[in-house]
């Protein structure tokens, strides 16, 4: 018997934002303590495989520098004293600044503010709860998925797509815009599985040659965001080549002569002289494709990163729908099954107390919003209070420096409920702490595979660290909501009522079952039946401001970014920031294998394995601007500036530079980090946060 059998094993699923949602299997040392973490072999999407960062999940839960008692601030705004409070007396304060807040401005003065630190649904979710009860302003969660949940949605009309296991049955696995190895393994899992058993061949399209990419057999660096053109370039050579399934596309889609016609100047010559690639380059990838039935397009959310996101989606897409493949077992294209789930989530939100006549603002304008931008209030008053779960906006928030700038106003109060003190628990009124996922009951859902996995609580916290849940229903107590509806129940009962709408069992139930699979079945998941949209057909022509989605703003917000200039049909657009004279090279923000948003940059061996903040530089503009490897170089746009560390590295194209992270600010000189330099500029159609999107300049710092 191996040393893993004979602990004491609890199951769970792993609660960061990512699209595996990796069902667990946790070694429990005692009732506090836990071991190594692995994935559930038992599970069919995890198949046993978990990224190493949630591996060493004990170096987080019993790190020396987990927050453990309240703090109230005892200097100035960052300045770093804090005195130590009880709960009571911590949560007191908080409803007494909320309260004398609204006194002066109105409920809407208040911001709850949250995002993914955990995906369980209860913890994150709660917080609309009180949102809804007190009528403070709502908010409108922007900064992950909207490009490419909107594009997306454009063609296909619902969120769902083969089952992501038919990789394994694939005969070619298309990565493009997510470095799978780094942010969701399992798709790596799968897809080497059709490789070792079928032969299949994989082919990963980048902005830089990324561990991903070391495992395919075909890989396109392009230069960000120009995946539009190359997608426009691939169905140009199948309508030419004879490629395009053209009994498929009479059947399933709205315009293949209006698309075909549309593509006949979108050559590979074109889209070379705009992605960086060579027209071989592009033609051997659309002959792959043209000329493998079963091939699975596997599209991510670098998509959701550039301001012609939607697009480049819509075009990614697009290929599928010309080849046909979604016809075949093991062949589609699949972004996201997050439309699957269906979940009743409205007593644990309170939905039914929520007022349409109270304003939205834009996460992702976080700064901004406290810095007073008009556009940015939507007509209401300042935000002068925030409760703040699940995010870390002084790090992840675009425009740093606004951010940073408003949390330091004299005129707001800001409670953060945290597990480390991050950047931003440092600007911070009120410090409460966090338990950690192992530590509180709830349930997740996989978007970006199809379960349903409870986590329930395994191991006691600390003294001291509370759940959200518990902030949520205290603070309600104390802000005269506690009796409204939702309030008053524990995780579990809410966890049955979720589930119970769905006819999906209990709590109970699930524990036993540890999760519940809802892949639809083939019919509906390749669209055999028909597509989202009233007529059933896969879209060519976008409806950019008429189609319905999961992430669509409030119609009181309107629609953002130049929308009259989005294309009729999948095209190539420049509504990115191209580089110029004064900005010549291109950023992107893009993810740390170590680190998972700004999460896991406190274990030590995750610190150890990443090093420190880097631009990944090609050799030939090192030369030109006189740089060594290691050379402090300092980069800038209109937003700021910041110094990196060179590393010299020929995987990404000239003009091309790349740091990963998202490490702490305090891990930069100056104390200022990577999102100094991106815009909190909302994009065409519904918004979003285009992280990969920069124009900067570069200049040595030695």
């Known amino acids: 018997m191996n040393q893993h059998a004979k602990l004491r094993i609890g199951h769970s699923a792993c609660p960061h934002d990512c699209p595996s949602t990796c069902a667990l299997e946790v070694e429990l040392l005692d009732s506090r303590r836990i071991g190594r973490v692995h994935g559930a072999k038992a599970n069919s999407y995890t198949s046993g495989v978990i990224c190493a960062k949630v591996a060493r999940y004990a170096d987080r839960v019993h790190h020396p520098k987990r927050l453990l008692k309240p703090l109230i601030r005892a200097g100035a705004k960052g300045e770093g004293l804090w005195k130590e409070a009880s709960w009571e007396a911590a949560l007191d304060l908080v409803a007494e600044k909320f309260i004398a807040a609204e006194a002066k401005y109105g409920s809407e003065t208040v911001w709850p503010y949250y995002y993914a630190g955990t995906m369980g649904l209860v913890q994150r979710d709660g917080i609309e709860r009180l949102r809804h009860a007190k009528k403070y302003s709502g908010f409108f969660g922007s900064i992950c998925t ?61 902005v830089y040659e990324n561990a991903t990419m070391k495992q395919a057999d075909l890989g396109l660096v392009l230069k960000p965001g120009t995946d539009g053109a190359l997608a426009c370039a691939v169905m140009h050579v199948l309508f030419r080549d004879g490629m395009a399934d053209r009994a498929y596309l009479e059947k399933y889609t709205d315009d293949p002569h209006g698309l075909e016609a549309h593509l006949q100047t979108r050559t590979p010559q074109w889209a070379a002289d705009i992605t960086g690639l060579s027209v071989g380059e592009i033609e051997a990838f659309a002959h792959i494709v ?210 119970g709408k769905r006819d999906l069992g209990s709590f109970s139930s699930l524990r036993d079952e540890k999760w519940v699979d809802l892949q639809p079945d083939f019919e509906a998941a390749h669209f055999i039946n028909g597509f989202g949209h009233a007529d059933g057909k896969f879209r060519f022509r976008a409806d950019w401001t008429g189609q319905a989605a999961p992430n669509r703003p409030p119609k009181s917000m309107g629609l953002f970014g130049p929308v009259a200039s ?81 590393r010299l590295f020929d995987g990404l194209k000239r003009g091309v530079v790349v740091a990963e992270g998202i490490w702490p600010n305090s891990a930069h000189e100056r104390g200022e980090g990577i999102n100094v330099l991106t815009g909190a500029d909302a994009p065409a159609p519904y918004g979003g946060a285009a992280f990969h999107d920069n124009k900067v300049w570069l200049r040595s710092a030695n």
């Open 566 to 646: 989005l294309p009729e049909f999948p095209d190539h657009i420049d509504l990115i920031e191209v580089a110029d004279a004064a900005h010549p090279f291109r950023l992107t923000t893009s993810p740390a294998r170590n680190f998972l948003n700004s999460t896991f940059s406190e274990t030590p061996v995750s610190k150890a394995k990443e090093g420190r903040p880097e631009l990944l530089l090609h050799p030939d503009d090192a030369a030109a601007y006189g740089l060594a490897n290691g050379d402090r170089v300092e980069i800038g746009n209109a937003r700021g500036e910041v110094v990196l560390h060179a």
């Open 146 to 206: 909207n490009l490419a949940w909107t594009g997306w949605m454009m063609g296909a009309g619902a969120l769902r797509g083969p089952d992501p296991r038919e990789m394994a049955k694939s005969d070619c696995v298309v990565i493009w815009g997510t470095n799978a190895v780094v942010t969701q393994v399992n798709v790596m899992t799968h897809a080497i599985k059709a490789r070792k058993e079928r032969g299949a061949k994989i082919v990963v399209i980048d």
């Open 290 to 499: 043209g000329t493998t039935k079963k091939t699975y397009f596997r599209l991510g959310y670098g998509f959701s990163r550039q301001r012609n996101g939607s697009v480049n989606m819509h075009a990614a897409a697009s290929i599928a729908a010309v080849t046909g493949c979604w016809q075949y077992e093991g062949g589609g294209a699949f972004h996201s099954n997050s439309g699957i789930f269906k979940l009743n989530q409205e007593l644990l939100e309170g939905t039914r107390m929520r007022d349409p006549a109270i304003r939205h603002l834009d996460h992702s304008r976080i700064g901004p919003v406290l810095t007073g931008a008009e556009d940015a209030l939507y007509g209401g008053p300042p935000v002068t209070a925030l409760l703040i779960q699940n995010t870390n906006p002084v790090n992840v928030a675009p425009e740093q420096r606004l951010v940073k700038q408003g949390f330091l106003r004299d005129d707001l109060f800001s409670c953060v409920h945290e597990q480390f003190m991050t950047d931003t628990a440092k600007l911070a009124d009120v410090v409460l702490p966090a338990t950690m996922f192992l530590e509180h009951d709830d349930v997740y859902k996989g978007g970006g595979n199809q379960h349903i996995t409870l986590g329930p609580k395994l191991i006691d916290p600390p003294e001291g660290p509370r759940t959200n849940h518990f902030v949520i229903e205290e603070l309600g107590k104390r802000l005269g909501v506690g009796e409204k509806p939702g309030f008053g129940m524990t995780e579990q009962q809410h966890i049955d009522i979720i589930l």
